[in-house]
């Protein structure tokens, strides 16, 4: 009768393991999605900022040096 309940214990606890894992791979990858939303949101931006400031340069006939 021993061997059965430490079967089923071990078991229990494997299960219960998994889930812990399982909840953290969950919120490091919403961490991570939210990491990879507000970088492209900056990226854009940035992108933004250069095509405006390309804009002017070629609007005012300017060369770099």
């Known amino acids: 009768m021993f061997w059965p309940m430490l079967a089923i214990a071990l078991g229990f ?11 953290r791979v969950f919120i490091e990858a919403r961490r991570l999605g939210s990491e990879v939303a507000r970088t492209t949101e900056r990226i854009n931006r940035a992108a933004e900022d250069l095509e405006r400031a390309a804009t002017s340069l070629a609007r005012s006939g300017e060369t770099l040096r």
């Open 13 to 23: 606890l494997g299960i219960a393991v998994l889930g812990v894992l399982g909840i």
